[in-house]
């Protein structure tokens, strides 16, 4: 007796013998054209809008990045990303578009927006509010002390169609998951409340999938067969109340000089439930809107 008690190694859960969510690895053209060919069919729409909300760090900017990386094959940083942490990287409201093989924008649009933080920093709550419903005029700075009011520079008081969310993104890092503090999820569960009365769909983007599983790092064909990458997205799906079926978890390029076929797979294959469901409730908008005018 009396030998010294060492921590025992950490020991990665068995992975599933068979991906639980198949993924055309290998196939990534067939969504990218789809997505390419997209058109709303729509005289007065140019766009649909999507919003990205999270923790700061969570990895938004870097998925809007990823999303245009994969469209253009190169990597592009039209979203300025973080290289330290700390507080919110970016403070401005800004819209990114995604330019088509012909230099003109495809139909669908990111708003990146501050992060979230606990108490009184990070984006106000009610200032995302106000960017799903269009209210938040381009280049928005954000002041986490006060939220934007009707009477402020900053404040759009007739949104169009296109100035307003269709789908809202929420990002959490996998990694970050279960640190996530009281204060950003109340904020979180806020903007989901605002968004559920507004018919808006919600999705969960779950980033850093790397940093929370060894396998995936090494293998991103491994996403829907490490229990642990199951096991983050289930935590993320009992937080937020949404379904599995709208959490895709993405690696977005952080150190990668090149394109990447499998990472852009993953994006396009998020990117496509996106995209579906947000045309779907911005027809729907534009239905109910035709209705009243009638
Ligand atoms: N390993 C890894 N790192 C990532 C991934 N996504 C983002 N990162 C890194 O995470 C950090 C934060 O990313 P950002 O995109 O700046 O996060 P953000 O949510 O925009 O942050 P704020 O603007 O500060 O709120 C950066 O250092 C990124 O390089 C990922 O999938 N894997
Ligand atoms: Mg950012």
């Not at 064909?221 to 709208?246: A, D, F, V, W």
Request: glycine content about 6%; some cysteine; proline content about 6%.
């Amino acid at each position: 007796m009396g030998g010294s008690q060492s921590t025992p190694a950490y020991v990665p859960p068995p992975e599933f013998d068979r991906p639980w969510r198949t993924m055309p690895w290998g196939r990534k053209d067939v969504l990218e054209q789809k997505l390419r060919d997209l058109s709303l069919n729509k005289p007065n729409v140019r766009f649909v809008r999507i919003l990205v909300v999270g923790e700061v760090g969570a990895g938004k900017s870097s998925f809007i990045n990823s999303v245009n990386n994969a469209f253009q094959g190169r990597i592009t940083s039209g979203a300025l990303v973080d290289g330290i942490g700390g507080t919110s990287f970016t403070k401005i409201y800004k819209t990114h578009y995604i330019e088509g093989k012909d230099g003109s924008p495809l139909p669908f649009v990111f708003n990146d927006i501050m992060g979230l933080e606990d108490k009184e920093s990070g984006a106000h709550e009610q200032d995302v509010i106000k960017a799903l419903r269009g209210f938040l005029q381009e280049g928005h700075k954000f002041n986490p002390a006060s939220p934007l009011s009707p009477n402020d520079p900053g404040y759009r008081s007739n949104p169009s169609v296109e100035d307003q969310t269709f789908c809202l993104v929420n990002i959490i890092a996998a990694d970050k998951v279960s640190l996530m503090q009281n204060g950003v999820f109340e904020k979180l569960k806020k903007i989901r409340q605002e968004a559920t009365k507004l018919n808006m769909p919600q999705v969960i983007i779950m980033t850093r999938p790397d940093l929370a599983c060894p396998k995936v790092k090494c293998d991103i064909r491994k996403i829907y067969t490490s229990r642990k990458i199951k096991e983050k997205m289930q935590e993320c799906s009992n937080l937020l109340g949404i379904p599995m079926n709208h959490i895709f978890p993405v690696k977005n390029y952080h150190e990668e000089i090149d394109a990447v076929d499998d990472m852009d797979l993953l994006i396009f294959k998020a990117l496509d439930q996106i995209v579906n469901i947000a045309t779907d409730a911005l027809k729907e908008t534009l239905r109910n809107s035709d209705y009243q005018h009638e």
